[in-house]
């Protein structure tokens, strides 16, 4: 049965198959830890190299970051995981291998990353940035009816002569014209 991430507490202990992108994996001899990503959360899967094939085996093994995949097993809680589930694979199958990411843990410049923008929202902090931003905008066309509310610019609402931005995507800063 195929779900999204986020609806993974409905399918505890059963059998599902998740579609998705590696967001990172780790790996120490015998067992892989995947995290997969869908655009509705993230899910650990472990690949352990006694319960699968050696095919499957090897495919989590050579995996890059962004690779395209469809993972089945048995989802099951686990509070240590992300997320609070993880997924025990039994099969794994590889839709596409991804080039070497480029964007990595380390810092880098922002020249770099507006070249690389559109990776660069794959990224945990402009992902949360992308979603407020677009709860606003709903809100905005929420209130745009019959409202004084308008969006100036993304990011920005003005009610009632307070703006309300966002920015950096971490907090809402207030700020009151007078």
Do not use: C
Request: no cysteine; net charge neutral; hydrophobic share 40%.
């Amino acid at each position: 049965m195929h779900f999204r991430i986020e609806q993974a507490a409905a399918h505890a202990g059963q059998e599902v198959e998740i579609r998705g992108w590696l967001y990172n994996k780790r790996s120490s001899g015998k067992i892989h830890f995947l995290l997969i990503r869908d655009g509705s959360g993230i899910l650990q899967a472990v690949v352990a190299k006694q319960d699968v094939s050696a095919e499957v085996f090897a495919s989590a093994e050579t995996l890059t970051q962004e690779s395209s995949l469809i993972v089945r097993g048995m989802l099951r809680e686990d509070r240590r995981a992300p997320g609070g589930y993880e997924l025990s694979v039994a099969d794994l199958t590889v839709v596409q291998q991804a080039a070497p990411y480029p964007i990595t843990p380390k810092e880098h410049g922002v020249e770099f990353l507006m070249d690389h923008r559109h990776l660069w929202l794959r990224s945990r902090r402009q992902h949360a940035l992308m979603r407020i931003r677009a709860e606003v905008m709903r809100y905005d066309e929420f209130l745009a009816v019959g409202s004084e509310a308008r969006m100036k610019e993304l990011g920005k609402l003005r009610v009632e002569g307070k703006e309300y931005v966002v920015q950096d995507g971490d907090i809402m800063h207030f700020r009151f014209n007078v």
